[in-house]
């Protein structure tokens, strides 16, 4: 690939013209606004002036409800040789297009599976991708041609092809991303109206359970918009689930030993459903979580208080996989849970230790 | 206080066992299991001999369902001046108490804020408490003498007392620990039986409503018998704007434009009172959380690689809030977000980049 357009700027187009330019392709960055567009170009994403001729790879990263509209239009010019979008649904725009009777061969639909907190082409970083699933959603009749560009794209922006039917990454998004966004914000309005002693009770638990529900709605409205069908079943299943659980628990309520044997029976396997769940969820490089050992270590509120527990863990030639720092109601001190290979836990707390830290038991 | 009997020497009993024996205290160690007890006064905890005489302070440390029978037996046989619990729930074991007829003056239920993922006297340590909230339920009769032992016990586990009705505690807890617990494990769940493809897709958002999935339903069990009513009071309110959700979805599928302009309207007003929720859950300190910046640093997977990274922000003089490790599917290399106040930010990226430091913009 040495040439792409990319239409619209904002932080995944704006990335990935970032991640192609310094691979050496010429980037011609357009969008409906031309000043980000000029951002997007003064960040060295390419330039924003027109192409001459035709393009390789026409790159349209524009929300879900404008792709069919915006790669009509492209295609009807014929810009490019291959084109694709980006956009987190890909049912939707798929039917968009047939419906405009448009020849779909010289298209791909995909779905990098990055974002941040911000947007625009200010957040926008050529390694925004890197590691990071690239959902392809390629026909039978896309050309082999175009496959090749979008993955030579997906290499070049250093991330993870993954190739799935339009529809069945719809359902996919829904079933990790979009109905847990939803559950979670449906978790935290129930604080919205909380008695402020309620809420100061609050620990890491419901803290990481609420977490993405304190995202910006904006953006989620276009996704779930885009979605709505998937995302529908989905939460009517955990609806249905939901019934059983206030049932189990309505049992548990009862005078009758019998029923509250039955109401602990239901709440039982709801727990180990939700067990069963949770251990697939992938953790490191995307394999089945490991169990590692948590090194809880007491910090207090300084700077390089962190750093000299990492330092000190360095010397001991222990990797730490993962940390958490949970800072306790009132106090200025804090407590690091240090995650590291359970093998290695021991003697990461006695270097610790010795060292002058106080260790958790 | 002098004196103390712990009965029930699980992880929160002998915790508290060892801060008081470390603060000088005499600690009689009992459970059910004498192994128990036995293992608690080898870890330092106190003694397995009886005490001779009344003691200042009983403990009832067992699980909820077994709380009002233990310590009504305490109480008739006249152990100590004051007793007092730790069970997670509080208005049960007050009215079988009740019901027992017996003069409850001498007595406070209480709850303290803590928890591991492990249980059993092994898994105990003298810090358990530290600058957690530990909620006390004193009723009008209580004691004043009573209610400064529980204070003083508190104070001893360098815990944060908290005072509130036992029904209120009860409410509350079902909402910041409970009703959460649930939902994350409905959500998992349905996880259990998805597509491989699928679950390849899940990112840190999901991770992070599924983590309390993880846990053992054991105890969850006797936790959820124990406070029926409000959880499954809060899981119907779910269940009520879970059905808005939905009809909310199902509008956006419509043809019709004003159909999906409810939709959409019912969508961001489920976020946005998520959002409304979500900032209320206490971060750093017990108050609002703060806004940091994160400052996103690749890193490959290598010993000492976060060592070096805290020793580089440690010299910048940076304190670090929080600390997430994301690690990348099937790549080697992972992403640390250091999160810091706002205005550290860049001073930070500057001196990590100084040293090398491949910095997310």
Known sequence: MRTAVV??????GTSAALALAGRGVTVHLVDHDPAQARTAAALGAGTDEPAEGVVDLAIVAVPPAYVAGTLADAMRRGIARGYLDVASVKGGPRRELEALGLDLTAYIGTHPMSGRERSGPLAATADLFEGRPWVLTPTRDADTEVLNQALELVALCRAVPVVMDADAHDRAVALVSHMPHLVSGLVAARLEHAEESAVRLCGQGIRDVTRIAGSDPGMWIDILSANPGPVADLLTEVAGDLEETVRALRSLESADLDKRRDGAAGIETVLRRGNAGQVRVPGKHGSAPKAYEAVVVMISDQPGELARIFADAGRAGVNI????????????????????EPAAAPALGAALRERGWSIRQ
């Open 321 to 340: 996989e993962d940390v958490r720092i949970e800072h306790a109601t009132g106090q200025q001190a804090g407590l690091v849970q240090l995650m590291v």
């Open 7 to 12: 239409i619209g700027t904002g932080l995944i």
